[in-house]
């Protein structure tokens, strides 16, 4: 036990943590952006340099304060994809999950539905342009001189991991994020990415446990301040962590994460034997557990658009006036949001889904809408979950976790809208602080949420307003 950093490296931005496992507290939590850029219709990219740059600043603001650390323990988003050359350099820009230029592709193998099935039963994903795989047909259709090119074919977070050790691998828990991952047996499936994306397997890195670490090498001390010998693990993906740095445990919660985009999962100790819809998936945190869920693109993003498109108010404003009028609802006139921005993944890829307001009148008001527009994401989030909460062998504490949880409002709906009690662990960096309890353990983790306590903040459905809402689902789901 000792000092720790957690590295969490997301879609939009890098976040570290100093942890201290003694103390069992967080001593220092900084942050450094980054961007996703469009680079063509539903394409988007992103700079492997000021990613890797972003991460070395935010670790260089941690090692001048503290030098000696006993570990730092890295997490990032599940899908991403990177070409580099034989000097292992990046032969141009990530490719993220939002990028949806492989649409086409998914509806391609949709077409063979044993293959599908396949795909679904061994890697544990659903048929989705967010995996890798799609990715590399796109490219193999596109542009195969890319792939023909490449000396090795990763994540972003093996290029961090490569950068800070030398050592390029990837750890089973990203890996099992780019579709084509053997879930149950933990290889790659080289036969499938062979022959659906001519992808030969001496392209992808070896395959290690998240517990695998290496020693910094020099120049990556001299860049952020640490000292000689610092150890760096492998780590696990943000699915996993987030759900463990929320406070869910194995076979007994279920965690609702909702920042931009939304996801409900759950952790498991052996992958569904049935999977119950085509939108959901399972990947891997460790050799002995899974994560199990489904995901939607349209979270936090879509009341962000929201504003920009349609409000005259802020985001603070809004939040405060549906806080302020949060029980003045009246079905009669209630305005129906399908928050479909954004290709939607559950139960299955649709793009042809949009977003649509149903019962505008005359005597509508901006209020109603922003707060439709809430509930629409809400909404979309409790049909998700009822299928989600029948993956673990029970379902006895639901977490929160992500940006949205920031606002008070948000939590109190969707506590209603599901009519169940509510946990939020702690407001704080949980991604990056789960990275480190999976490294110290389940006893650790334990020991530290029951230290944790006075962060902890419970919300319980509100009484007065499950009727309506019940009632509001049933009008929203019959006219999905």
Request: glycine share 6%; net charge negative.
């Amino acid at each position: 036990m000792g000092i720790y950093v957690g590295v969490d490296i997301g879609t939009t931005a890098v976040k570290v943590i100093l942890y201290d496992s003694e103390a069992l507290k967080v001593l220092l939590d900084v942050s450094e952006p980054y961007d996703v850029f469009s680079v063509g219709p539903s394409m988007f990219e992103q700079d492997p340099f000021q990613i890797e740059n972003a991460v070395f600043r935010a670790l260089k603001r941690v090692g001048e304060e503290f030098h000696h650390v006993d570990g730092i323990v890295l997490d990032s988003m599940l899908h991403s994809l990177l070409f580099l050359d034989k000097n292992f350099e990046p032969m141009g820009n990530v490719v993220p999950w939002v990028d949806e230029r492989s649409i086409p592709q998914v509806f391609q193998v949709k077409k063979d539905r044993e293959l599908t099935k396949f795909l679904q039963n061994t890697a544990g994903c659903a048929s989705n342009f967010a995996y890798p795989l799609f990715k590399l047909m796109w490219f193999a259709q596109n542009q195969p001189e890319k792939i023909e090119r490449a000396c090795k074919i990763v994540s972003i977070k093996d290029y961090i991991f490569y950068r800070l050790t030398g050592t390029l691998v990837s750890d089973i828990s990203v890996a099992s994020g780019t579709g084509f991952l053997d879930i149950h047996r933990k290889v790659w499936l080289t036969d499938v990415l062979k022959a659906l994306a001519n992808v030969d397997e001496t392209k992808l890195p070896e395959l290690v446990s998240p517990r695998f670490a290496r020693e910094m090498i020099k120049e990556a001390c001299e860049r952020t301040g640490f000292s000689k010998g610092t150890i760096v693990f492998a780590g696990i993906s943000d699915a996993a962590a987030s759900s463990i740095g929320s406070g869910a445990g194995v076979d007994d919660s279920v965690t609702i994460s909702s920042s931009s985009s939304a996801a409900i999962r759950s952790i498991v100790s052996e992958p569904p034997k049935d999977y119950p819809s085509p939108g959901v998936w399972c990947y891997v945190v460790d050799e002995d557990h899974y994560i199990d869920g489904v995901a939607t693109s349209n979270g936090g993003i879509v009341f962000d658009w929201y504003v920009k498109l349609f409000s005259r108010h802020d985001h603070v404003q809004i939040i405060k006036s549906i806080e302020e009028n949060f029980h003045n609802v009246d079905i009669s006139r209630a305005v129906l949001f399908y928050p479909f921005v954004f290709s939607e993944r559950f139960p299955e890829l649709d793009p042809r889904l949009s977003a649509k307001f149903l019962n505008l009148r005359g005597d509508t008001t901006e209020w109603m809408v922003a707060r439709s527009v809430l509930e629409g994401i809400i909404l979309n989030l409790r049909r998700i979950f009822d299928v989600v909460k029948l993956l673990p062998k029970q379902c006895d504490r639901i977490y929160s976790t992500g940006g949205l949880t920031r606002a008070d409002v948000w939590t109190k709906m969707l506590a209603t809208v599901i009519n169940q009690r509510v946990i939020v662990q702690s407001k704080r960096q949980g991604t990056a602080l789960g990275a480190i309890w999976h490294l110290l353990g389940e006893d650790h983790r334990k020991k530290a949420m029951e230290a944790l306590k006075g962060e902890l903040e419970v919300y319980e459905p509100d009484e007065k307003l499950v009727p309506y809402y019940q009632k509001l689902y049933e009008l929203w789901a019959e006219k999905l």
